[in-house]
């Protein structure tokens, strides 16, 4: 079963806009992770964010944690063409990880 | 190895055949995941080793799904009398010893069609 959800399910921006995709969950976690996932590829970890830290950066990339809403959320800044991809949100407790349904996100030249 | 390998990349089977799927995990790597993944939906969770035990089996789906790893390294996930619902890709993934919280790296996956 999905822990989480994830809003929008699909986003189309133009190429150098920022993307946001939300993530919400259910129960306590020790960490959120983010992956992308290429059409036919498998999943590459983006970043990870523990419970007790609220924002983090990783180049383009900016992800929050709000555990008292129990979302995330993650922002891709001057998007590329490159980073149109499915974007998934993962909630790490004790060992597995539980992930979203993920994002497709579209970027457009 | 760099990464995650996982064979067959690509496996047709007939209804009613049993599968076999391989996955080597980063070398060093004690953690390994498997994931069934959907088309069009996130991975779901179906096993987890810690070397050679298997310490959570709650998302195998039923009994056709069998997994092992039984020198700690490579695992096998293997599925009998396969039914067209078994159709997915199925990732694996691995971690050093500590799980929680560190990244966990997973393969490109075997994609699985059932006709």
């Known amino acids: 079963s999905q822990q989480g959800e994830e809003d929008p399910q699909a986003l189309s921006i133009q190429e150098g806009e920022n993307a946001t995709m939300n993530c919400s969950y259910k129960?306590?976690?020790?960490?959120l992770q983010w992956y992308r996932q290429n059409s036919g590829r498998g999943l590459v970890h983006l970043i990870l964010i523990r419970s007790n830290e609220r924002e983090k950066h990783s180049g383009r990339l900016r992800v929050t944690l709000d555990t008292s809403k129990k979302s995330s959320s993650l922002l891709i800044t001057a998007s590329r063409a490159a980073d149109t991809a499915s974007y998934f949100c993962?909630?790490?407790?004790?060992?597995?990880?539980?992930f979203g349904q993920g994002t497709r996100l579209t970027i457009n030249p | 190895g760099a990464g995650v390998s996982q064979s067959p990349r690509y496996k047709v089977a007939k209804r009613g055949q049993d599968v076999a799927l391989r996955c080597d995990p980063i070398?060093?790597?004690?953690?390994l995941f498997w994931y069934q993944q959907a088309l069009g939906q996130g991975p779901e969770f179906l096993t987890y080793?810690?070397?050679?035990?298997?310490?959570?089996k709650s998302g195998l789906p039923s009994d056709r799904f069998f997994a092992e790893r039984p020198e700690g390294s490579v695992s096998t996930l293997k599925i009998q009398r396969t039914q067209q619902e078994d159709s997915a890709v199925y990732l694996c993934a691995s971690t050093p010893a500590r799980v929680t919280g560190n990244t966990i790296y997973f393969g490109e996956g075997s994609w699985l069609t059932v006709v």
């Open positions: 070398s060093g790597h004690v953690s």
């Open positions: 993962a909630t790490q407790g004790a060992q597995k990880l539980v």
């Open positions: 129960t306590s976690i020790n960490n």
């Open positions: 080793f810690q070397n050679e035990a298997q310490l959570d």
